[in-house]
């Protein structure tokens, strides 16, 4: 895997608007994490905001600092008689209005388009969701990702619904959405909800994303038993709970939260990846039921020694930078039986820092089956046998 910029859709300085649709697009083939200080391509998140440094488990946490929803000045309107919409064919399946400056919903006249499939308002000034019940048939999919939306309002005859976005939104509350039995994905990235609820008849839906919200408890998901990908990362998560139900899940993101240990997921046997980075972690515990894990991401937490993973057989990629490991030999230990393994990170760690010319081969000998160490791959060669001398279990390089 290349080290890019990044879940999840994840996450962005809220004054800096980002095409999130086209890095949803991308995920849905890799949901590899991008950046080990950073996230997976799922949120967007103002990186600055997060330390590469493994926080300090005793620390007191600071609540976020509450933002204003009137500072500003008031938006520009549109002309009262622009068509926005006056090229567009009235068969088209797709109308896409992108940072329009558009406030009212009504001035569309979208009930001209009988065979809208798909309507994307991204990145505007809509505050109330009125789009005209006539669309309710062919309608599949709304993305209102970042506008001024602080109710959900509006959707009650909008069942053919597979795909809501409603993320950097204003909303405090998932009300209103019983009865859209067929979505399938459903986005509320960077919105104002403390409490996951009101989910119960969505038993279709595939995934969903809460990242960047205020949520304390992992609540109300017990019925959503296709769920395959949950995002919660930026809240203020304490506990993994309440997941007994998901079967099916096979993505976890709980990065940048503020959990202590891994409880909870003993009956996730379908997980396949575990982001959890910045967090408050002192060890690896609580996975051996998870033997089909693939990817886990556990950077900037403040773990000192690695174990725990003796049941992971099927690990192909292993993020730990930024953490407190010294001892190649835990490394070696934990890791080198893993033949799927390809991709480690442990950039930023004291065994890296302290002797950083020397990093890679280390762990190319206790690791001779990875072909990417950090953001670098490299081709299979022998390492030189004049470099490198064992001595029993121990192993220098000089």
Not at 2 to 13: G, I, K, L, V
Request: charged content about 30%.
């Amino acid at each position: 895997m290349t080290e890019q910029e990044s879940a999840p859709h994840s996450e962005r300085d809220p004054a800096a608007p980002v095409d999130a649709k086209e890095t949803r697009d991308e995920d849905k083939e890799d949901h590899k994490p991008r950046d080990s200080n950073g996230w997976d391509g799922k949120l967007r998140i103002d990186k600055m905001s997060l330390t590469d440094e493994p926080r300090d488990p005793h620390a007191q946490v600071v609540s976020d600092p509450e933002v204003s929803d009137d500072e500003g000045p008031p938006p520009e309107q549109l002309a009262a008689d622009e068509d926005l919409l006056d090229d567009t064919p009235e068969d088209e399946e797709e109308i896409e209005l992108v940072h329009c400056k558009i406030s009212d919903m009504t001035s569309l006249r979208l009930e001209r388009f009988k065979q809208m499939k798909r309507l994307c308002l991204r990145q505007n000034r809509i505050e109330s969701i009125a789009i005209p019940p006539d669309s309710a048939p062919t309608l599949t999919e709304i993305d209102l990702y970042d506008n001024l939306i602080a109710h959900i309002k509006g959707l009650d005859a909008f069942t053919e619904l597979t795909s809501l976005d409603l993320s950097f939104n204003k909303i405090k509350h998932i009300k209103r959405l019983s009865h859209l039995t067929k979505l399938k994905d459903l986005y509320f990235v960077q919105n104002k909800i403390s409490t996951i609820e009101n989910l119960e008849g969505l038993s279709n839906l595939r995934q969903i994303e809460l990242g960047a919200n205020r949520v304390r408890e992992i609540q109300g998901l017990e019925t959503l038993t296709a769920l395959e990908e949950l995002w919660l990362g930026k809240n203020k998560i304490t506990e993994i709970k309440g997941l007994d139900t998901l079967s099916n899940l096979k993505i976890l993101s709980i990065q940048s939260n503020r959990l202590h240990t891994i409880t909870g997921l003993e009956n996730l046997t379908n997980l396949e990846e575990l982001h959890i980075s910045h967090n408050l972690l002192t060890e690896l515990s609580g996975l051996d039921n998870n033997t089909n894990l693939r990817v886990i991401d556990i950077s900037a937490n403040p773990i000192e020694h690695l174990g725990g993973l003796k049941s992971l057989k099927h690990l192909t990629e292993f993020w730990a930078s930024n953490c407190k490991l010294s001892d190649y030999a835990e490394i070696e230990r934990e890791l080198r039986d893993k033949e799927e393994l390809e991709t480690v990170y442990f950039e930023g760690n004291p065994l890296q820092r302290s002797q950083p010319a020397l990093y890679r081969n280390k762990v190319r000998l206790a690791l001779p089956q990875v072909v990417q160490i950090d953001a670098s791959e490299f081709a299979f060669f022998p390492i030189s046998p004049i470099l490198v001398a064992r001595r029993g279990n121990n192993m220098n390089i000089y």
